[in-house]
Nanobody
Framework: QEQLVESGGGLVQAGGSLRLSCAATKRTFTNYAMDWFRQAPGKEREFVAGWSGTSAYYADSVKGRFTFSRDIAKLTTYLQMNNLQPEDTAVYYC????????????WGRGTQVSVSS
């Protein structure tokens, strides 16, 4: 059974927007951090956005364009992506861990985001 489920990916033109969602399916994730990563073809998986404990933080490449948010009651995090560019094309993954020093022990299956020029 999937424990993290991403949704919201798709194909957009450059300059367009998408909103990704990551929903945890179990209440055990109540105190988990749930952040966003992505992996482009031929590249390593990289951090995109997450929650530091007090505020959202972002990779430099998405600052000012992406917005991380979360609904604790729904165990769901969101990634609003504006002004998408072809270099944002990747599979976007949600990951969860219990604390800042813990490994990312849970991963979703990912959702494809494709941006055409």
């Amino acid at each position: 059974q999937e424990q993290l489920v991403e949704s919201g990916g798709g194909l957009v033109q450059a300059g367009g927007s998408l909103r990704l969602s990551c929903a945890a399916t179990k209440r055990t994730f109540t105190n988990y951090a749930m952040d966003w990563f992505r992996q482009a073809p031929g590249k390593e998986r990289e951090f995109v956005a997450g929650w530091s404990g007090t505020s959202a933080y972002y990779a430099d490449s998405v600052k000012g364009r992406f917005t991380f948010s979360r609904d604790i009651a729904k165990l769901t995090t969101y990634l609003q992506m504006n002004n998408l560019q072809p270099e944002d094309t990747a599979v976007y993954y949600c990951a969860a861990r219990l604390g800042g020093s813990m490994p990312w022990g849970y991963w979703g299956r990912g959702t494809q985001v494709s941006v055409s020029s």
